[in-house]
């Protein structure tokens, strides 16, 4: 199997959300250097990113829009919604849970679930918290594809556990743990304190450049 760095797959996901800008304003062609400008990256790494993927657009001529965001929509999973379940309803799951947009990028909260008899059975968001030993069945029956952490860091590793049991392949981890899962699991981990403290190396030698590659 081959290999694809992070970085581009995290590129991918910036040149898509110009793409769809260029053709919410109406732009039917756009270039790898017009691209790279708008993505502050050089017009070879675009080239190089896309080259993962197959031959994009002709030499000379650029890209057309709708169908290189098509494409980069494909590459990324987006052409089906993805189901949601998140796994910690205390303040950064309520939070995450009340984000009014969710959907409008095709990941489609199911479903709550928390260990605290106090909020297993309170209704939130239209959806009854349940408890997480409800997840196997919840997942089959509901078609779920993601599970969201947002539990204390002691119990990250539990809470995967319980969506790993349930069948789920994909974990976005907030808690500020790294977690075990079998290799067919993907755990893609959110940490600001992580990025406030790359934010602090970077200014302190502010001769580094971040590599980008
Ligand atoms: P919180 O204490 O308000 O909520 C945690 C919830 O998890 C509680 O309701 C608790 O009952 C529940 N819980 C505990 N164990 C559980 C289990 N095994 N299964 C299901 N639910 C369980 O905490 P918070 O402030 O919402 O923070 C949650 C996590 O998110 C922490 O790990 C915190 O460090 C992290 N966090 C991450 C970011 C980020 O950017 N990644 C930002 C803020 C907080």
Redesign the pocket.
């Known amino acids: 199997m081959s290999t694809i760095p992070t970085a581009t797959i995290s590129r991918l996901v910036t040149y898509l959300r110009i793409l769809s800008r260029l053709e919410a304003q109406g732009i039917k062609k756009t270039s790898s250097d017009h691209l790279a400008e708008e993505a502050q990256v050089s017009a070879f790494q675009v080239r190089k990113d896309l080259a993962y993927f197959g031959r994009f657009g002709t030499r000379g001529a650029g890209y057309a829009v709708p169908t290189l965001r098509r494409e980069l929509r494909r590459i990324l999973g987006l052409t089906r919604p993805w189901n949601v379940v998140i796994?910690?309803?205390?303040?950064?799951?309520?939070?995450i849970s009340d984000y009014p947009n969710f959907d409008q990028y095709d990941f489609i909260p199911k479903g709550f679930?928390?260990?605290?008899p106090a909020?297993v059975g309170q209704v939130f968001g239209g959806f009854e918290i349940l408890?997480?030993d409800e997840l196997p069945r919840f997942v089959r029956e509901k078609g779920i594809d993601i599970g969201f952490?947002?539990?204390?860091?002691?119990?990250?590793q539990?809470?995967a556990d319980?969506l790993v049991r349930a069948g789920i392949k994909g974990i976005l981890?907030?808690?500020?743990?790294v977690i075990n899962v079998p290799a067919d699991v993907h755990v893609e981990?959110?940490?600001?304190?992580a990025?406030l403290k790359r934010l602090s190396f970077y200014i302190q030698n502010p001769q580094l450049k971040e590599e980008l590659a």
């Open positions: 796994i910690g309803m205390g303040r950064l799951g309520q939070a679930f928390d260990t605290d909020l408890h997480p952490i947002t539990v204390p860091q002691a119990a990250a539990e809470a319980a981890n907030f808690a500020p743990a981990p959110v940490d600001f304190l990025g």
